[in-house]
């Protein structure tokens, strides 16, 4: 059985507003996906170790805008999906900016960013395991190498910040950051404010 991309868009939007725990809401996205198309490596996606990649995330997202204080103009903070080459490799990595503007209904804002930290790219080892697990279904590899890495951040990332991120550190000139995440290719979601 084939992947049904809406059917898999849906479920990912449906799960995410559900605000559940990433881990949790992780798990119900791979039973979705399981259910429907039937394939092996479903129990090694649920086995990743969410929880302690996020105390990572916290740490690079709290260091970079302690190190590089977000200018006040900044409204909006878009963490980017995607993949750097390494020889004959692709390494899946995440990065920071900010723009002085944002639109809920056109991404466009976060293509001409004012804010881009030093370090501002980070390399989560759950994406790399996420890609590796993915490659074992050549048939359906570009279909798995759009839906997880986006699911993953979007739930992972959500959840820190509404339970694990020192608000302070983004809210030094604002009372609000709004924030999104996704691939630099098109696909994204908008995720919890800072606030």
């Known amino acids: 059985m084939e ?34 198309t ?9 086995q990743l170790d969410i929880d302690k990649e996020q105390a990572d995330i916290v ?30 490799k692709e390494i899946p990595a995440i990065y920071l900016s900010g723009a002085d503007n944002y639109d809920i ?16 790219y980070a390399q989560p080892p759950l994406l790399q395991q996420i890609d590796d697990i993915a490659k074992t279904d ?11 890495p986006l699911a993953y951040c979007a739930l992972t990332l959500d959840e820190i910040i509404r339970t694990k991120l020192n608000k302070k550190l983004f809210l030094t ?13 098109g696909d994204y979601l908008d995720i919890s404010s800072i606030e």
């Open 3 to 36: 992947f049904q991309h809406d059917q898999s868009w849906d479920s990912l939007t449906t799960i995410f507003a559900s605000k559940l725990t990433a881990k949790e809401a992780w798990n119900k996205f791979i039973d979705f996906h399981e259910k429907a």
């Open 38 to 46: 039937p394939k092996p490596y479903w129990t090694a996606l649920r």
């Open 59 to 88: 740490e690079w997202l709290q260091h970079l805008v302690t190190t590089s204080p977000l200018p006040d103009s900044v409204v909006a903070l878009w963490v980017g999906i995607l993949k750097f080459a390494d020889n004959d």
């Open 105 to 120: 209904d056109d991404i466009d804002w976060a293509c001409d960013p004012i804010y881009f930290p030093e370090n501002r």
């Open 138 to 148: 050549e048939d359906n590899y570009e279909f798995l190498d759009w839906i997880l």
């Open 173 to 185: 000139s604002k009372n609000k950051l709004f924030v999104a995440t996704g691939h630099d290719s």
